[in-house]
């Protein structure tokens, strides 16, 4: 039995449900939220500030979406959840003009907004300040409320357990369509008591959430990448409520996760692509494991969106109780090593079991980088290479083409969606 460093205690899984105590073993404490250096995240985000990476990788995206679509059946699945996505998107952004019904009282209602949310389904809710240091270049000033009402909405347990596969992936997007539904609601009823509420879509986030979730006490950043929550582990989406109402905030908590991980590694080894960092590296500021995306996005593109990290994490399958109750016991990670846990099919590949991993051909993670002008400049490049030096007028005109294409695309959330669906703006 290892020793106890602290006690976590967290709301129930469902609203009315007793406290849930996780026991964070001494071996595991770190730090409340991430090790991270305050200076280095304001430079960065001073002198490179981020970007979607729909824009700066959109030359890989259209190529994924593209490979996707091959698959008969996900792209009806797309195309549906698109079209039934996009009118929540634009409700969402209509809420920012919305004022409120009723004169404020002045009370602190982040209980009330804590409550109502628990109450629309949402399984994680936390306040903290929004922190703009998170935000897209292109989505500066895109919400003007201060706090950041963080919400995560648990995805069917399941259909996930199937992934990689289409019923995981019908969850998936259901899931977004559901919790934009509650947020709308939640933005509703925090206008009720006087104050303004920005809803926030995920598909249209104004950057990386993760790191207000984190402050808020939802939980901790995985080596997979994702928010790692008490009872989901990383089964949850996420998304954002801005407000200004009279609201107390959360703090960061420190769950073991940073630590854990580095033992676990489960997500690490079960990767089909070899994408994920075994060791932490600091990055913009933050120590994390480092997603490879040019191993990931390959991987997705094939094989019906993987997510074969979250499926494999002990903490999604069994609940981070659990875990740490059976690491504090056993010094043994919950179900590594299993095939319940580790076992994963790759379609035209098979199955893969503990210590099993696919192999792929030397193409397969080839793929366009950049955005589509860097791609057809490299095309350009590459094909004046291939003719010994030279530059014929096709291949100027070629580059043209794709450089007009380039300019004239759009990277706002709902354009592209009209993009894809290959519809006019107002179709809906």
Known sequence: ML???????????????ATVTIPVPAELEGVPGIPLEQREVDWYAREYPLESINYTERASRDWANELRDQHAEMREIRKEHDKLNRGLIM???QTADVEPTVEPTGEDISEAIKAKARELGYLEVGITAYDHRYE?????????????????????FEPTQTIPSVDAEIVHSSTYRTQGAAGLELGSFINSLGYRAHVIHS?????????????????????????????????????????????TYDKPIDYGIHAFCQVCQVCVNRCPGRALMRDKIWWRGLEKNKLYFKRCRPVMARYLGCGICMKTCPIQKYG??????????????????????????????????????????????????????????EQFKENAKAAGGEVTEEMVDELKAEIGRAMGQK??????????????????
Request: negative net charge; hydrophobic residues 35%; charged residues 25%.
């Open 3 to 17: 020793k106890i460093g602290h006690e976590v205690v967290r709301p129930g899984k469902r609203s009315g449900e």
């Open 91 to 93: 409700a969402a952004r």
């Open 136 to 156: 897209f270049q292109s989505k500066r000033d895109f919400t003007k409320l201060p706090h950041a009402i963080c919400l995560a909405y648990e995805q069917d």
């Open 203 to 247: 598909s249209d986030a104004t950057g990386p959430v993760i790191p207000m979730f984190v402050e808020a006490g939802l939980g901790q950043l995985g080596a997979c990448g994702y928010l790692l929550t008490p009872h989901a582990g990383n089964r949850n989406r996420l998304m954002m409520v801005t407000t200004d109402a009279e609201v």
């Open 320 to 377: 981070m109780k659990n875990v740490m109750e059976h690491y504090a016991d056993t010094g043994q990670v919950l179900g590594k090593g299993t095939h319940d846990l580790e076992g994963y099919t790759l379609e035209g590949k098979g199955y893969f079991g503990p210590g099993e991993l696919p192999v792929f051909d030397r193409g397969f993670f080839d793929m366009p980088h950049g955005t589509i002008e860097d791609h057809a400049f």
């Open 411 to 428: 990277y706002d959330a709902v354009a592209m969606l009209d993009a894809s669906l290959d519809v006019d703006a107002d179709y809906i």
